[in-house]
T-cell receptor, first 113, second 113 residues
Framework: GENVEQHPSTLSVQEGDSAVIKCTYSDSASNYFPWYKQELGKGPQLIIDIRSNVGEKKDQRIAVTLNKTAKHFSLHITETQPEDSAVYFC????????????FGTGTKLQVIP | GAGVSQSPSNKVTEKGKDVELRCDPISGHTALYWYRQSLGQGLEFLIYFQGNSAPDKSGLPSDRFSAERTGGSVSTLTIQRTQQEDSAVYLC???????????FGPGTRLTVT
């Protein structure tokens, strides 16, 4: 099955700076890569995703990049704000025969005002 | 509209007791997932339901864990003879059959004393 590694496990940035979270995956057949944000006491929520036929995708202050050759993808948050503080999970589709994804271990992002 | 709901939000139980955790998915979502999130850890897949198909139980950690989904809607995750290592947040998610996007509930925090 798929194996997803995520780094760093914790990340502290000053408000206004950029934050980058990186993930690698093992299954070259994976073709869908979502990112979820989990705020304290809540379930994860999808914030952006990318498919394997696209190299980069942007949505306001967040962007994702995908390098299929190297099997890694990244989340970039620019102009960070305190409300960006949360745990972020990357995931990759699993060739389990249905819409299953395997999640990374999470990155706790702290934005310091 | 209404999101995924889970009950109870918190459960404290004594070692050896059985517990039942409930998930109400979003109306119209035929796919339902259960995950376990231990303190500071990622999302561990437990079980997947899709319509009337046989569930994917490959993530259940032991035969003390079971789940059912009645009428293609509400799901119950049962843990028998609970152990301290079962302490975690149990998350439920639902999605449309052909979609990777999962909508998560707020989770049930289980503490086994």
């Amino acid at each position: 099955g798929e194996n997803v590694e995520q780094h760093p496990s914790t990340l502290s940035v000053q408000e206004g700076d950029s934050a980058v979270i990186k993930c690698t995956y093992s299954d070259s057949a994976s073709n869908y890569f979502p990112w979820y944000k989990q705020e304290l006491g809540k379930g994860p929520q999808l914030i952006i995703d990318i498919r394997s036929n696209v190299g980069e995708k942007k949505d306001q202050r967040i962007a994702v990049t995908l390098n299929k050759t190297a099997k890694h993808f990244s989340l970039h948050i620019t102009e960070t704000q305190p409300e960006d503080s949360a745990v972020y999970f990357c995931a990759a589709s699993d060739s389990g025969g249905y819409q299953k994804v395997t999640f990374g271990t999470g990155t706790k992002l702290q934005v310091i005002p | 509209g209404a999101g995924v709901s889970q009950s109870p939000s918190n459960k404290v139980t004594e070692k050896g007791k059985d517990v039942e955790l409930r998930c109400d998915p979003i109306s119209g979502h035929t796919a339902l997932y259960w995950y376990r999130q231990s303190l500071g850890q990622g999302l561990e897949f437990l079980i997947y339901f899709q319509g009337n198909s046989a569930p994917d139980k490959s993530g259940l950690p032991s035969d003390r864990f079971s789940a059912e989904r009645t009428g293609g809607s509400v799901s119950t995750l049962t843990i028998q003879r609970t152990q301290q290592e079962d302490s975690a947040v149990y998350l439920c998610a639902s999605s449309f059959a052909d979609s990777y996007e999962q909508y998560f509930g707020p989770g049930t925090r289980l503490t086994v004393t």
